[in-house]
């Protein structure tokens, strides 16, 4: 299955296309150069399909659009470029796959058209610098819609999902401009905040932080007056699982508009391999979830699996915490038992969030912690956030939390969350217990 094989973010100035600047293309040098590079590297990664998200073409505001008509045809000569019509074969395999995959994910998807289409320049720019690198490859003219991020975030799993079903090399081109106010006399006007937009985008995207990217600040979103973010958040939920890298290839905004061209490096043609441990954990949610089953453990059981221990099943969705149950010492029969038990408890019994429901199932990834028996310390000198673990105990009352957790950086810290989580109170004694843990997780 392989899948998506490489992914890009790129503008769409037609301004960059020689025949159209007629000199005013070199005020846009590193953009073009870094469109060359990707070229290069298209070529290199040899797909068999290619996929366009364009913010400019047919759109709908609720649902996501994929051209469904066997073929596309494309020209820039509203544009000031004469010299024909472009024309592009639909993979309408893939197409059938991927309104499969919308519909499991519960992710609008309709037709953008289902005689033909003509290709706005949100496809027409990226196409005519990266058709150079591949020939007679088929074209799958894709749009965003108005839902939230995080329906595009899926949407990109799903795009994700249709590719490996199909068993094809395909390309994915994440379309759009950044801030369109980033000069006075900019076509959209000027604000200050749009270069602060395209700051925090293009460092989030060097480190392909989905994370940051999804919680940017939407009063920043609507000053900067973009048009890629949906794009790039599709990217990224296609990315998701994969192991990939980022490169920002080039910056810049010579017209008041940011451009930036970033290239995704795919190792692996798949996704990660999960370790049995997160697999079963995984398997388990999508049971109880999606099927209202509880699995049985594995019938061999790995040496990892067979021990018994406390295990602690976490999920997030986004990057954020989406639900943590386990056990500090073990409760089943071995660590399997333990893993299906919190797994199905960190899904729906978590008090801190409503239960999963199965549209959310692939937006999930799953870390489990193995712990170590929890042995007895007499000071907080002897914690340490980054590897052990801390529990609090007062009389009957016991707060656990778990180590090399983000903002957690200091024993105090652990404690003070701790005590919180238990209700003991600051002025009241405590017992403290250290323990160590081995993580397992695909996020």
Not at 35 to 42: G, P
Request: hydrophobic share 40%.
């Amino acid at each position: 299955m392989p899948g998506i094989i490489f992914a890009c973010a790129v503008p769409h100035p037609p301004i960059i296309v020689p025949e159209i600047g007629r000199g005013e293309e070199r005020r846009t040098a590193a953009t073009i150069q870094a469109m060359e590079k990707l070229t290069k590297e298209l070529a290199e990664a040899n797909p068999q399909t290619m996929l366009v998200v364009s913010p400019h073409g047919v759109s709908h505001r609720n649902a996501m659009g994929v051209l469904t008509a066997k073929s596309s045809t494309g020209n820039l000569s509203s544009w000031g470029m004469w010299g024909g019509e472009w024309y592009f074969d639909n993979d309408v395999e893939f197409v059938s796959a991927l309104q499969r995959e919308a519909k499991a994910a519960d992710i609008p998807l309709k037709t953008i058209g289902e005689k033909g289409y003509e290709l706005d320049h949100g496809v027409m720019v990226p196409v005519y610098f990266l058709s150079r690198g591949v020939k007679d490859i088929p074209l799958v003219p894709l749009t965003f819609s108005w839902l939230p991020l995080a329906a595009h975030f899926v949407f990109g799993q799903a795009l994700r999902r249709a590719a490996e079903k199909i068993s094809k090399r395909v390309a994915l081109i994440a379309s759009g401009d950044l801030s369109h106010r980033l000069l006075p006399g900019a076509p959209a006007g000027y604000d200050p905040m749009g270069k602060v937009f395209d700051d925090k985008l293009v460092e989030a995207i060097s480190r392909l932080d989905a994370k940051a990217i999804m919680n940017l600040d939407p009063q920043l979103v609507e000053r900067a007056g973009e048009c890629g973010l949906r794009s790039i958040v599709i990217l990224l939920g296609a990315i998701d699982g994969l192991d990939a890298q980022a490169r920002v290839l080039s910056y810049e905004g010579p017209f008041g508009v940011g451009y930036m061209v970033a290239s995704v490096k795919i190792e692996s043609q798949s996704q990660k391999e999960l370790h049995p441990l997160v697999r079963l954990a995984k398997e388990t949610v999508e049971s109880y979830v999606g099927e209202g089953k509880i699995p049985p453990p594995p019938k061999e059981l790995s040496a990892e699996m067979s021990q018994r221990a406390g295990v602690f099943v976490s999920l997030k969705k986004y990057g954020e915490l989406r639900g943590c149950i386990g056990t500090f010492e073990p409760t089943k029969a071995n660590v399997a038992e333990e893993i299906i038990a919190n797994a199905i408890s960190s899904a729906t019994r978590d008090p801190r969030f409503p239960m999963v429901n199965a549209a959310e199932l692939p937006s999930l990834s799953y870390s489990v912690d193995v712990l170590t028996e929890p042995e007895p310390v007499e000071s907080q000198q002897q914690l340490d956030p980054q590897r052990y673990g801390v529990i609090v105990e007062s009389g009957e009352q016991r707060g656990l939390l778990l180590p090399d957790l983000e903002g957690v950086d200091t024993a105090e810290q652990q404690i003070s969350i701790c005590r919180q989580k238990a209700g003991i109170l600051p002025h009241e004694p405590i017992k403290l217990y250290r323990f160590e843990v081995e993580r397992y997780k695909n996020y």
